[in-house]
């Protein structure tokens, strides 16, 4: 059982700076009296706005992450972002394999497992994505899609270096707009695929990886998920653009966590 709740959000392709930086302050004083070491929060803004959002909150407070990162250091990958240009901003986490890079822009399983790879080298927590489509679930495939992506992201990642990962569960046909939200049942079963594959690579030391479930999460259904045993933390979407909404979220899930922590 984690000793605290992961929850944070990746703001797509909204937000300019000004509004990150509103954004920011207003969710860091929302939150200001909730003790850190119950809660790790975090937000992923987009690339322009990931230096202003650094200099408005401390890691110890908000962490911030990037939504892609290339597997890189330097080179000719016109519209690709280094780890060296991402360090030096002071980023933490590194997103990697959303569905929409997977799905639009076609991301495949070896090129996010450079990126994996890239990012531990450079000391960041990726946040590997992973998730079916709703063809895979219809088809029954998606504890193996599931297994496949963990087994496939993460090749090559060493034993010592598994604690730094995270995971985050998008099944991809909750995500968006006209997303249809999993089940608490069918979420916290599918996270227990995934923390099965994490332990045939990893053993016991898996337990360490925090899996977040993310899909379409709102103040109704946060409350089931977390409750969950398998759901260690929430990825939520457009429900946390709002900070007010977002503080709303964490005031609801926090309590039962810990409960949940302490039956554990």
């Not at 706005?49 to 407070?61: C, F, P």
């Given at each position: 059982m984690k000793s605290k709740i992961?929850?944070?959000?990746?703001?797509?392709?909204?937000?300019?700076?000004?509004?990150?930086?509103?954004?920011l302050k207003e969710l860091k004083e929302l939150t200001a009296d909730i003790d850190r070491n119950l809660m790790e929060l975090f937000v992923i803004p987009s690339y322009t706005a990931?230096?202003?959002?650094?200099?408005?909150?401390?890691?110890?407070?908000?962490?911030?992450?990037?939504?892609?990162?290339?597997?890189?250091?330097?080179?000719?990958?016109?519209?690709?972002?280094?780890?060296?240009?991402?360090?030096?901003?002071?980023?933490?986490?590194?997103?990697?394999?959303?569905?929409?890079?997977?799905?639009?822009?076609?991301?495949?399983?070896?090129?996010?497992?450079?990126?994996?790879?890239?990012?531990?080298k450079h000391g960041f927590t990726p946040l590997l994505c992973v998730g079916e489509t709703l063809e895979q679930k219809q088809l029954g495939i998606s504890d193996d899609c599931l297994s496949i992506q963990i087994k496939a992201g993460l090749n090559g990642v060493s034993k010592d270096d598994a604690s730094k990962l995270w995971i985050a569960y998008e099944p991809v046909w909750a995500i968006?707009?006209?997303?249809?939200?999993?089940?608490?049942?069918?979420?916290?079963?599918?996270?227990?695929?995934?923390?099965?594959?994490l332990k045939e690579l990893f053993g016991e030391i898996s337990d360490d990886i925090p899996v977040l479930y993310g899909g379409s999460v709102n103040l109704d259904n946060a409350t089931k998920m977390i409750r969950k045993p398998n759901i260690d933390g929430l990825f939520i979407g457009r429900s946390a653009w709002d900070a007010s909404n977002f503080n709303n979220i964490i005031r609801q899930v926090l309590p039962l966590f810990l409960e949940k922590r302490k039956a554990s």
């Amino acid at each position: 059982m984690k000793s605290k709740i992961y929850i944070g959000t990746n703001t797509k392709m909204y937000k300019t700076i000004a509004d990150t930086v509103s954004y920011l302050k207003e969710l860091k004083e929302l939150t200001a009296d909730i003790d850190r070491n119950l809660m790790e929060l975090f937000v992923i803004p987009s690339y322009t706005a990931l230096k202003s959002a650094r200099e408005t909150v401390s890691n110890d407070i908000i962490k911030i992450g990037a939504q892609n990162m290339c597997w890189e250091d330097q080179g000719q990958f016109t519209g690709e972002i280094s780890p060296l240009m991402l360090k030096e901003i002071g980023i933490d986490i590194i997103e990697i394999g959303h569905s929409e890079r997977r799905h639009i822009f076609a991301e495949t399983d070896s090129q996010l497992n450079k990126k994996v790879i890239a990012a531990l080298k450079h000391g960041f927590t990726p946040l590997l994505c992973v998730g079916e489509t709703l063809e895979q679930k219809q088809l029954g495939i998606s504890d193996d899609c599931l297994s496949i992506q963990i087994k496939a992201g993460l090749n090559g990642v060493s034993k010592d270096d598994a604690s730094k990962l995270w995971i985050a569960y998008e099944p991809v046909w909750a995500i968006g707009v006209n997303g249809i939200p999993a089940t608490a049942e069918y979420a916290d079963e599918k996270q227990g695929v995934i923390k099965n594959a994490l332990k045939e690579l990893f053993g016991e030391i898996s337990d360490d990886i925090p899996v977040l479930y993310g899909g379409s999460v709102n103040l109704d259904n946060a409350t089931k998920m977390i409750r969950k045993p398998n759901i260690d933390g929430l990825f939520i979407g457009r429900s946390a653009w709002d900070a007010s909404n977002f503080n709303n979220i964490i005031r609801q899930v926090l309590p039962l966590f810990l409960e949940k922590r302490k039956a554990s």
